[in-house]
DNA sequence: CACCCGAACTGAACCGGTTCAGTTGTCGCA
DNA sequence: TGCGACAACTGAACCGGTTCAGTTCGGGTG
């Protein structure tokens, strides 16, 4: 005889009673004497049975799982520090109550779509996340017409049925500006991310905000795509230009790692001719020459966060938009005192200075 | 009338057949005559009809859902670049199987074994991929005694049932050595990844098989964790060490980078001063300064291929273990000429030697 | 022309839970 | 003592597929 597994037959057999009556007594369903409930528990225990989760998700229509789709090159995904942190985050959450993640990994464009659709008519998850929010991001309507209960990370700049988990750039932006014009810079260049990208629009409008509020001009804005490629090419061309930056805010941690390097290839001293913050406080931050001063977010309760409204407008409560804490930024000593004397620029600041021996532009794929 | 989903029954009805022609047709199998599968398919067309994921999961005992269990501090995870490509890769796979994959990510330690546990009772997935795999290993008795069919990345130290898919890390370490003695190197350094992990250790076992070829003796090792913080930690003990090694072969990236910077930190030159290598050869990896050496694999094609192996397992094929290209040695600039003639050691090799100005170990979380 | 056979298709059971309309039994109260 | 109300529990339907034992029917064969 073959062992099987225990069915809810099985228990009520056992403890004497009907179908039913387990699936109440599991439940917690008031219609149960205590007795019973409890000798109904003994015999689960002693089987060691536990609920099918395929015929619980059928009877009650629900997966009993979310999902996340990630729209992303998978030979960039590897360097970026926020899915990793956020699936950590949700499933801190979702493992205690008995749901699991789902993950799709998708090219952009017609495939991301397909995937959501799939998703939904599959019945595979019961609501899915909204990560890398776009401008007049399609997968709002979509995802809405699909019936899917979602959550948006940030509110969307278009209507939007969906609660949203926000946690707001501008303050670690504005941080990073103050904190730079307070070192006496003037000259502060931003390395965006990708202007069709909530997120990436968004620190270029503070830092553009919080240059504007302390009367300087934003007009060294390069945008690149958050990659350290991007990173690198963007310095390349700040430092190249005829006003050449004293500082460079970067919207991540990647490029302005890249930007450091870029800065060291030229001979550049890091902080001392230019400082440079980042945003994302990734482990490396802190142990690169110099440490990077950066902006700290606090992605794992993003996560924690999101699931916890996801399930929650899952469940049919109505939920309001949440704000978490803005990130914080994190001085370190990748920043210092400007030393250019007002518009005085000296003699060093020709970038096409000698280059480092063994740097080699040819190896920047 | 409220819309709801088209269910079998509804296709069956339109099409005029029962419930279980409309199964046969939708699932190929013999026994329907084509005229009347073109009607059925037309039917389900018409009605925009899709089996539902859940009666088809119910009525197989299958979860079309492979797991894999990620145990790892989610603080570190962000940093690991392997994840999210290995992940991709699998899920390039899965999806045009209608398969999907489920995340868990827990503490090391029981909470990963919780995690199988309740992944395997749950019937959520039908198999898991078993990465990270330590030295005698507990999840691979504990997986085969849960009955859940398994795919382990490379073959363990130990008696396994499951297929294996393997990239052999060797002779990538070896190359790396090589190409260092070719440069004159002589004491080379190794930081090592945790010795419990079968990757920490077998790279170890590799630098030291290699440095044995040379007849070099491979005394300057030092464990890590592959965190920055300990490839920092572990690069500031060999450079403090009397014969400080002119070369260090990192087990990962992130370890050599922030080692690079201990040692710009310490103003000695790279490569001038001291080679370096990574593994891994993570995006940021081409665009630090210099550019790293460092060991390239195909994290990506390893996903498709374990997904395509556990997939195999699950259908009932036999499948024996799989070889993938291993990994290749990428020159960058990281690399160069030994400087130090012989054991002579010049006067600048003293690592207490003037930090540079901006750097304060005080900030070194 | 009777018979047999296989292709085509049906009906019902089944997977393992949940849920709801009923049934039973007990107790309080008039 | 009789009645109603309520708590406790049962039995069966249901979720949406798959599968298998049968049934029907048309054609080939002796």
Redesign the interface.
Known sequence: MVKR?PTIADVARRAGVSKGAVSYALNGRPGIAEATRRRILEAADALGW?P????R??SV?R?F?LGLVVARD????????????F???V??LL?ER?Q???????AEGEAEAE?YR?LA????VDGVFLTDLRRNDPRIDLVAELGLPAVTLNRPDQPSPFPAVCVDDRPGIQEAVEHLVGLGHTRIAHVAGPEEYLHGHGRCEAFRAAMAEHGLPATLVDVADF???G??AATRRLLGSPDRPTAIVYAND?MA??G???A??LGIQI??ELSVTGYDD???A??????LTTVRQD??SWGQVAARTLLALIEGETTADVHLEPAQLVV??ST?QSQSRDEQSDPRDNPARVP?P???PS???
Do not use: N
């Open positions: 597994r536990r099918s989760h395929r015929g998700s059928l229509s997966a799982t998978p030979a960039l995904l590897g360097s970026d520090p926020f899915f990793p942190t699936i950590a985050g499933e801190s493992a008995g699991a993640l789902v993950l799709q990994v998708v995937s799939r008519r599959d019945g595979r990659t350290a490629a990173g690198m990647q790692i890249a450091i390097s870029v060291q290839g902080p001392d990734t482990e490396l802190a142990h690169i020459h110099p440490p992605v794992f370190r000593q210092a480092s063994h740097h080699s190896e920047e794929t």
